[in-house]
């Protein structure tokens, strides 16, 4: 069976400095990696994913991840975070296409100005 | 205006007492899902639904129930047997044909009094 853990539970991260936010899985089987945000009282966004080919993904607001199988870590970064980066960030694995979804417990990324 | 719909966005029951929870979308997706969310436990799947007229068990089925009688809309009743039914209820579904990604809807936030 898969899993997924997010080491921090919240990250508090001053404006314009850089985060990492960290995720590993266990899994015997090759696996899609996705990270979601999620805002105060809404639902979950995709925020960007891994399926296959390059193990360095990009997000259309500047965070990106690497999958690291030898790791078995899927870490999330952005250099320079802004306020309204302030959400709950969840990273989840899946099997196949057609599997279910297993998600992280969530990391709450605070932004101090 | 595309997308999926939960409401209401809070809801106000007394203990013993059924509640059903709305989600209906315009996606034309096959596959639906309900997840409840906990401080610090992220995602655990409740019940989910891959086709009209057939639905399985998640993780966390006890004490709730579902139907899937028309592919816009999967209602989920939290029964008087659900022991701590107070959370936040999320709403996904999942297009046949990407089977990667799901997209959430904005959620219900259930308290028992």
């Known amino acids: 069976a898969q899993s ?4 921090d539970s919240q990250v508090p991260v001053f404006e314009e400095a850089p985060v990492e936010l960290r995720c590993n899985y266990s899994s015997s089987v090759s696996v899609y990696l996705f990270w979601y945000v ?6 979950l966004q995709l925020l960007l994913k891994y ?6 993904v990009e997000s259309i607001n500047g965070f990106e991840a690497e999958f690291n199988k030898s790791q078995t870590s899927f870490h999330l970064r952005k250099p320079s975070v802004h306020i309204s980066d302030t959400a709950e960030y969840f990273c989840a694995v899946q099997k196949t296409s057609y599997d279910k979804v297993i ?3 969530g990391t709450s ?3 101090i100005p | ?3 999926i719909t939960q409401s209401p966005k809070y809801l106000f029951r007394k203990e013993g007492q059924n509640v059903t929870l709305s989600c209906e979308q315009n996606l034309n997706h096959d596959a639906m899902y309900w997840y409840r969310q906990d401080p610090g436990q992220g995602l655990r799947l409740i019940y989910y ?8 068990k998640g993780d ?5 129930s579902v139907s899937r009688e028309k592919k816009e809309s999967f209602p989920l009743t939290v029964t008087s047997a659900q022991k701590n039914p107070t959370a936040f209820y999320l709403c996904a579904t999942r297009s046949q044909l990407a089977q990667d990604t799901q997209y959430f809807g904005p959620g219900t936030r259930l308290t028992v009094l």
């Open chain 2, 60 to 64: 966390i089925a006890e004490g709730y």
């Open chain 1, 38 to 43: 999620q805002y105060p009282n809404q639902g």
């Open chain 1, 103 to 105: 998600f992280g417990p």
């Open chain 1, 4 to 7: 997924v853990t997010q080491l």
């Open chain 2, 49 to 56: 639904s891959q086709i009209v007229n057939d639905f399985q």
């Open chain 2, 1 to 3: 205006d595309g997308g």
């Open chain 1, 109 to 111: 990324l605070s932004v």
């Open chain 1, 51 to 56: 399926l296959s080919g390059s193990t360095l």
